[in-house]
């Protein structure tokens, strides 16, 4: 039982992040943590400071590192929204985590199992066909706010189990 | 055979201390303060990656994928890491980066002058290493 995300291809999703350009989580959703949060960051609070930490530090860290940017390297420099080099994932041994930022600075965040090929393309139909669709054209969401809303978790369980 | 396209290379001690750096060209400049905070951010970045996993066993990035690049990370049992950058899609990475390991375990740690996690100034590692990118 529970919200699980199996998908026919076998991939399996385990949680995903939405937050805003300040570092506010403005949604959670899980379908498994087979690691409770208790064993990680301690409380789903801390959770969601050290990814959002951890996906501002890893963009600034590729900008730094880019072989096609300016000369110097320049850790630490702060970066405009929606410049500089995006990563887009990493693989561990356990987990696979998916990136998206928008050119407003909407970061999605999307672990899963590690597959072949890269979602981005699913991370952008997440962003444009549901995040936008279900939340944004939403007349009573306030932009940048936290949100719940069920048609937007139905389609999401419905896409992730797509994949 | 052909040279594998590696743009740089890191090893990190387990403290996340920088033992070891070598650009091969292709990449961003990148002196050895740049380097030294290079590495220790790589070694951050990796321990919060194993924090966040979502499923237990987690051992930390083996691979990160940019925009412009690749990161390949290899961590020896011991908690050294060996990771490099190379251009998106570069083929056998992780292999090189176990050469690169076992080139470290014969000339940097079988060597008797050289003390375990300060930075390696082996010639013959230098040497091996040039051997292992050419593939000759």
Request: proline content about 6%.
């Amino acid at each position: 039982g529970g919200r699980r995300a199996r998908a026919a291809g076998g991939m399996v999703c385990y949680n995903f992040y939405v937050f805003n350009r300040e570092g506010a989580c403005l949604h959670y959703a899980e379908w498994e943590r087979p690691k409770p949060v208790q064993d990680g960051a301690g409380t789903l609070e801390d959770d969601h400071k050290m990814m959002f930490g951890l996906t501002f530090s890893l963009k600034n860290f590729c900008t730094a590192l880019d072989p096609t940017g300016s000369e110097k390297a320049n850790l630490g420099a702060p970066i405009p929204i929606g410049t500089g080099c995006h990563f887009r994932s990493f693989k561990t041994n356990t987990y696979a985590l998916n990136y998206l930022e928008t050119p407003t600075g909407i970061k999605l965040i999307l672990n899963t199992s590690k597959g072949t090929g890269s979602l981005q393309e699913a991370m952008w139909v997440i962003y444009r066909d549901i995040f936008c669709e279900f939340v944004v054209k939403n007349p009573l969401y306030t932009p940048g706010a936290p949100f719940e809303s069920p048609q937007f978790t139905a389609r999401l369980d419905q896409f992730v189990k797509s994949l | 055979g052909v040279m594998v396209d590696v743009t740089s290379l890191y090893v990190v001690n387990k403290s996340g201390g920088l033992i070891y750096h070598r650009d091969f060209g292709g990449g961003k400049r990148m002196d050895t303060n740049d380097a030294l905070r290079v590495a220790s951010i790589w070694h951050s970045l990796h321990a919060i990656s194993v924090q966040l996993s979502p499923v237990p066993g987690c051992e930390g990035i083996e691979l990160l994928e940019a925009d412009t690049f690749d990161l390949h990370c290899f961590q020896a049992p011991t908690g050294t890491k060996f990771f490099a950058l190379a251009p998106p899609g570069t083929p056998q990475m992780p292999q090189f980066l176990r050469t690169v390991y076992e080139i470290y375990a014969d000339y940097a740690l079988k060597n008797p002058f050289y003390e375990v996690e300060m930075p390696i100034r082996c010639q013959l590692f230098d040497d091996n290493l040039e051997s292992a990118r050419r593939r000759t």
